[in-house]
């Protein structure tokens, strides 16, 4: 009999993604060329951006893809909270690194991450996930902390583009990248913001979504807080200015994401 195990793509898909986003990683860091092309201040977040995919996301990547592929629907859920980070970051690569040899390594990732979180996703239950995390989930705690996290980013993203439109001049952060747009600004708007306020809704009125959505989510932005820290440290080593205070809010940030999702793992009456 053919077990519902041999058809999960999560553990061929995990080292396939593993492999590529090793691979950005090492020539991002070790290889001048990646981006020869790029300004200093794209440069150095692009380094510091390699930096945490090579020595945090890949492991975190590779142990929650086989514990997924083993049964664990916490690690699954890990797993797809680092996928969308990946996903928001390889989005940049795709489209915001000038032309370069990885240009096809960038769009291999970016989709297979999509398509193997796609259709890792009916291997979730989400019955079994509302079982193990609605009784005693905080899920107002983490709904509220969803909603702050999403109204203060949108406030810092848009200050910016509107003040550029109703001055009629072009941000500052599209003059220092060199890009036709702001990336993570469309992306935050788009997509990541969207995604914790929906799931802050879910979680309000106890949909099974909200409870799966949620751990996956906080894992994202414990990684994504890293990211930032280090963007932050590396820039600043580049001569961009060393603001310690702000890289140590985004470290406290990482280290609080990733307690509240320990917190919010403990919390379950069940092994999920």
Known sequence: MISKQSHDPILWSTVAIVLLVALTAVAGIWWPETYAR??????????????????????????????AWRGSVLARLVWLGAQGYLFYNFVIYAFGVHFNALVFVYCATLGLCFYAALFSVPFISLEQVAQAYAPRAPRKTVAIVFLVLSLLTAMFDLR???DSL???????????????????????????LPALCITAILLFRRKPAGYALAPALLALLAIMSAELASIM????????????????????????????????????????
């Open 160 to 162: 910016e583009d509107v």
């Open 38 to 67: 790029e300004t200093v201040y794209t440069r150095a977040g692009g380094v510091a951006s390699d930096i945490v995919d090579l020595f945090l996301v890949v492991p975190i990547l590779l142990i929650s893809g086989i514990k």
């Open 166 to 192: 109703l001055s009629g001049t072009i941000p500052q952060s599209v003059i220092a990248t060199n890009e036709p747009v702001n990336f993570v600004h469309i992306l935050d708007l788009a997509f990541l």
């Open 233 to 272: 440290t590396v820039m600043g080593r580049a001569g961009f200015g060393m603001s310690v205070p702000m890289i140590g809010s985004f470290v406290v940030l990482a280290m609080g994401f990733t307690i509240l999702l320990g917190f919010y793992v403990s919390r379950a009456t069940r092994t999920a």
